[in-house]
């Protein structure tokens, strides 16, 4: 799904997030493309962030923070818990 809520107000907007939460309870996987943090880290259970067409990484989302996402898409860093792809400038925690 490629920004599935980005044309629809609140109620609609509820409809598609229960409709992926079903889907989901049936075993079904789902690509979703979203710009809303607060949906990805609400819907998906693993995240991966691409920068200038590369892959930066991939996590689950229950293994990163928004914040440390919002890293990997800004600065193109790579926390710990993700794992890196070629795009990937891996984050200096010393």
Same mark, same amino acid.
């Given at each position: 799904?490629?920004? !599935?809520?980005?044309?629809?107000?609140?109620?609609?907007?509820?409809?598609?997030?229960?409709?992926?939460?079903?889907?989901?309870?049936?075993?079904?996987?789902?690509?979703?493309?979203? &710009?809303?943090? &607060?949906?990805?880290?609400?819907?998906?259970?693993?995240?991966?962030?691409?920068?200038? @067409?590369?892959?930066?990484?991939?996590?689950?989302?229950?293994?990163?923070?928004?914040?440390?996402?919002?890293?990997?898409?800004?600065? @193109?860093?790579? !926390?710990?818990?993700?794992? !890196?792809? !070629?795009?990937?400038?891996?984050?200096? &925690?010393?």
């Amino acid at each position: 799904m490629d920004e !599935p809520t980005a044309a629809l107000g609140p109620q609609e907007t509820r409809q598609v997030a229960d409709l992926i939460v079903q889907l989901k309870k049936e075993g079904i996987g789902i690509f979703l493309i979203s &710009h809303d943090i &607060h949906d990805v880290f609400d819907l998906a259970d693993r995240v991966a962030v691409m920068k200038n @067409g590369q892959l930066v990484g991939t996590a689950r989302t229950r293994d990163v923070s928004k914040d440390e996402v919002l890293g990997m898409i800004i600065l @193109g860093t790579c !926390p710990p818990a993700a794992t !890196p792809g !070629p795009g990937a400038t891996v984050a200096d &925690h010393a």
